[in-house]
């Protein structure tokens, strides 16, 4: 017995030395990899809180002209900060970055840092749709303060840079777009993800679009920014699975048949404005109009988009209003004389409309409106004229309701 606790004694000593051997050479190893290689230790600490050098590093960019050569290191430091910091307080650090600025240098910082903050989304590996909503609702809310060049000349001038951050934002949002359209599998992010490019969508229509003036000669629309912005917004809907037709055609009804009715529910008045947007781009503009089915009747397009132009002449905006007359002409220009029924009086916006366009007539001062000469080819009072024209078949009302109605439409 005493020679077997000998020999178990000898055994556990060898073992403990042999565990003391290798402790103190893995010691040896991490001293000489922090002691030898100082750049690794300066990594750590540069991941951890290299984020707070990108605003003065940003800051530097701003200040310096673009022709001073210091900009290029500044550069360089910011795509090594952006490649070594963690990629999560990056992103809360470039969102307040961006959130900072206000009149001409808000086009400038998020021009600057659109690219950064594409890469830090894209190296995240969790809550990516949150931080892809995040900072799209961010850049959106900040160009929104933008003004909106109404003229040809204050477009090539683009002096507040909105039709670059426009055309920036688009090659920003196509890379989670493709993300979305290319998951086989749906799974739960690839639903928010998508839900977040929808919202973002909507925003864009009612902001800078639903205001925007278009370039009228057709020679000049590939020229035209905010057009090509509009294209590509009606474009990431139905990359996403919402094409227009399928959008446009629900809103509004009792019975809905897409599966996305949070959005319209919370937030009825902007989609009500998105959805007027839309309608304008596709029937005035003819953005993307070959995807809608070839057997809709003029007149049920008329009615269908009815809703829309109330909306639109309920604006004060000039050139919201304009959009209103623009599409109402377009409806009434496919529909022939004497061709609506006289159920139509049950629709609220065929009794909205027409005082609508009478209180642009007297009361907007608005020159071109009123009188018909530059925008239009109609005056708002000759297309008000036109709509009691088409307005109802009088041999179809024979009920003393529907008299009573139609006598009502015609005297307005």
Not at 142 to 160: F, H, I, K, R
Not at 161 to 170: D, N, S, T
Not at 297 to 312: A, D, K, R, T, W
Request: proline share 5%.
């Amino acid at each position: 017995v005493p020679r077997e606790r000998l020999q178990k004694r000898q055994k556990d000593k060898k073992k403990k030395k042999n565990q003391d051997k290798q402790t103190k050479q893995n010691g040896n190893n991490l001293c000489g990899s922090v002691c030898l290689t100082p750049q690794l230790f300066l990594q750590v600490i540069v991941k951890n809180m290299g984020w707070n050098l990108v605003g003065p590093v940003v800051r530097c960019l701003l200040w310096n002209d673009k022709e001073d050569e210091k900009r290029k290191y500044y550069f360089l430091m910011l795509d090594l900060l952006v490649e070594l910091c963690n990629p999560k307080e990056l992103l809360l650090g470039l969102l307040e970055l961006i959130e900072e600025p206000s009149g001409k240098q808000i086009s400038t910082v998020i021009l600057l840092l659109l690219r950064p903050l594409q890469t830090v989304i894209q190296k995240l590996r969790h809550n990516r749709a949150y931080s892809v909503g995040l900072a799209l609702s961010t850049l959106w809310s900040q160009l929104s303060v933008l003004p909106v060049p109404y003229t040809q000349g204050q477009m090539q001038a683009d002096e507040y840079g909105l039709c670059q951050c426009c055309e920036a934002l688009v090659e920003f949002t196509k890379p989670f777009v493709e993300e979305v359209t290319g998951d086989e599998e749906p799974s739960v992010e690839n639903e928010k993800l998508k839900d977040e490019l929808l919202k973002f969508c909507f925003k864009s229509l009612k902001c800078p679009l639903l205001t925007a003036q278009f370039l009228e000669p057709p020679e000049q629309a590939d020229t035209d920014p905010l057009r090509r912005f509009a294209a590509e917004i009606i474009g990431f809907l139905s990359a996403i699975g919402y094409p227009f037709p399928k959008v446009i055609f629900n809103h509004g009804r009792k019975k809905k048949t897409w599966d996305y009715l949070e959005f319209e529910e919370e937030e009825d008045k902007q989609l009500s404005d998105s959805m007027a947007s839309l309608a304008y781009l596709v029937f005035v503009q003819g953005i993307s109009i070959d995807q809608l089915p070839m057997v809709l009747s003029p007149s049920y397009l008329l009615q269908f988009n009815m809703g829309h132009i109330e909306v639109l002449l309920q604006r004060t905006e000039e050139s919201v209003l304009s959009k209103g007359l623009d599409l109402l002409e377009n409806s009434l220009l496919r529909t022939e004389d004497s061709s609506l029924l006289h159920q139509c009086l049950e629709i609220k916006s065929f009794l909205t409309v027409p005082q609508a366009i009478y209180v642009t007539i007297l009361f907007i001062p608005l020159e071109h409106l009123t009188n018909g000469l530059q925008a239009h080819s109609w005056s708002p009072f000759s297309i008000w004229y036109s709509f009691s024209q088409r307005a109802l078949r009088q041999t179809s009302c024979k009920t003393q309701t529907g008299e009573g109605s139609l006598h009502v439409v015609n005297a307005e």
